[in-house]
């Protein structure tokens, strides 16, 4: 797939700088399935930051398998702990697993049932017990492994069952704990340059990671994107007004170019990106390779 991009783009020196930055050192998503570990060691950079999200339906054992495998072979992995598929008297024994493997951080999030949901009772009841939110998790984990790095999600079009308030108020008390706000996925980079400025706007001043896809299947990653609930930006892109907002190769797989140089025109909002590669770690790092490549070509 060859980077798409209109004559006029990142024709400035400080653009194509910017871009650079953000393709550098980018976070790549995966889903804890079989073969996932053999097709990083094959495609991904030695070091590679490789997040690995937690399956609803298959429990956290999958993500921390895929967690412990890629850490041994090199790679910083973040596995996500969701509040919805860990007991307080189980957590203690997973985080020794993760100091084990030499985890650095951990992305907390709610679960489809609680994500974004600030407890404010008195705690779990019962050691068998899931935790009831996102922040119960986080504030857990830190007590038992206050060294670790604690990532949290955030969302730039809102969630579709949670209000933003409630959403606000749950990002504002976890941020004192948080080190970075991992943006779910979003297609338009004005939406994502809003939110990230609102987010300083209320005080909450942690790295933000613009979430992007990677260069997956274009038909799988409007399936996707409808079924987890991104909003205006899907509608943005499916009314055909998006321009540059989406490019599909002839191979049919989405290209992510105009959207990172989208995100870099809106100037310094995020902090980087993470790559929602839906297993498609091949293509997305080939776009990757091909698109540094060719801003280090139109630099001389």
Same mark, same amino acid.
């Given at each position: 797939?060859?980077? *798409?991009l209109p004559a006029d783009s990142l024709v400035s020196p400080a653009h194509r700088h910017a871009l650079r930055q953000l393709l550098a050192h980018p976070r790549f =998503? ?17 070091? %590679? ?13 999958? @993500?921390? =398998? ?9 790679? !910083? ?5 969701? $509040? @919805?598929?860990? !007991? ?9 697993? /993760? ?30 017990? $899931?935790? %009831?939110?996102?922040? #119960? ?11 670790? *790095? ?16 409630? /959403?606000? #108020?749950?990002?504002?008390?976890? %941020? ?24 300083r706007a209320r005080g909450v001043n942690l790295p933000v990671y613009a979430g992007v896809p990677g260069a997956v299947g274009s038909a799988r990653l409007l399936r996707?994107?409808? !079924? ?28 992510? +170019?105009?959207?990172? $140089? ?14 929602? +590669? ?5 293509? +997305? #790092?080939?776009? !990757?390779?091909?698109?540094? @490549? ?7």
């Amino acid at each position: 797939m060859n980077p *798409k991009l209109p004559a006029d783009s990142l024709v400035s020196p400080a653009h194509r700088h910017a871009l650079r930055q953000l393709l550098a050192h980018p976070r790549f =998503e995966v889903l804890p399935l079989d073969g996932i570990v053999d097709d990083a060691v094959a495609h991904l950079p030695v070091g %590679a930051t490789v997040t690995i999200t937690a399956s609803p339906t298959r429990g956290p054992g999958p @993500t921390l =398998e895929t967690t412990e495998d890629l850490a041994s072979q090199g790679f !910083r992995a973040v596995p996500h702990l969701a $509040a @919805t598929q860990h !007991r307080v008297g189980s957590l203690p024994h997973t985080m020794g697993r /993760l100091q084990a493997a030499g985890i650095q951080e951990v992305f907390v999030v709610g679960g489809d049932q609680a994500d974004g949901l600030a407890s404010r009772g008195k705690g779990t009841a019962s050691q068998d017990a $899931a935790f %009831a939110s996102g922040w #119960e998790l986080l504030a857990a984990v830190h007590r038992l492994a206050p060294e670790l *790095k604690l990532g949290v999600p955030g969302y730039p079009e809102g969630h579709p069952k949670i209000s933003q308030r409630t /959403l606000d #108020e749950s990002l504002t008390q976890k %941020a004192e704990r948080a080190s970075c706000v991992v943006g779910q996925l979003c297609f338009d980079p004005q939406t994502v340059s809003d939110w990230a400025t609102g987010l300083r706007a209320r005080g909450v001043n942690l790295p933000v990671y613009a979430g992007v896809p990677g260069a997956v299947g274009s038909a799988r990653l409007l399936r996707i994107a409808g !079924r987890i609930g991104v909003g205006d930006s899907l509608r943005f892109l499916a009314s055909g007004k998006a321009g540059l907002a989406m490019r599909l190769a002839t191979s049919g797989h989405f290209d992510p +170019t105009p959207l990172v $140089a989208g995100l870099v025109s809106k100037g310094d909002v995020v902090s980087g990106l993470h790559l929602y +590669t839906f297993n498609a770690l091949k293509e +997305t #790092e080939i776009w !990757r390779q091909r698109l540094l @490549t060719w801003l280090e070509e139109g630099d001389h």
